[in-house]
C-alpha cells in the first residue's frame, strides 16, 4: 500500500516506515497526559490493516510510575480497550484488525479506545500526582470503566 492511499483512507498523515510499504506510522490525534503524542502503528497484510500502539502505552505508563511486575499486566487495560472491540495481544501491544472496507470505522475504535486510556491516566495522575505509583493491589481498586 502507499502512503498517499493509507492517509486518504484514514485522514491523517501517515509516514511508511519499511520497503515493501507493509508498516506506517499515523497520527492519533490523541495525547498523553504529559502532552506526549500517543503513537499509532498500521501493518499491512494481505487485505487485513493491524492497528496498533507497539507497546507505547503500557511502556509510557510504566515510565509515569505504574508498576508492571514480570507476569503481572494491569487487567483494567484489556478491559477498557475491549468495550471497543480492541484487544490487548500476549506482548501488550494494543491492536485491531480491520479489512480495508471497515478501516475508517476501526481506526475510529482504535483511537477511542486510546482515548479512554488517555482519560483514566488524566484522572489518576490528577488524583495522585505526575509520579504516583501504582501497585496491583491498587489498580485492582479503581472502579470498572463498565
Known sequence: ?????LEELLGVE????????????????????????????????DSQLRFSDATEVLLHFE?????????????FIPAIVGQYGVKVEEFAFIELWSTLDDAVEAFARFRAALKVLVQWEHDQFAATGPRAVLSPADVAALPSMA
Open 1 to 5: 500500500m502507499k502512503t498517499q492511499e
Open 14 to 45: 501517515c509516514v511508511c516506515m519499511d520497503d515493501e510499504g507493509r508498516v506506517f506510522s499515523i497520527e492519533t490525534d490523541v495525547f498523553f497526559t504529559d502532552q506526549d503524542p500517543v503513537p499509532g502503528y498500521v501493518e499491512v497484510v
Open 63 to 75: 515510565m509515569r510510575g505504574l508498576e508492571i511486575d514480570e507476569g503481572w499486566f494491569p487487567a
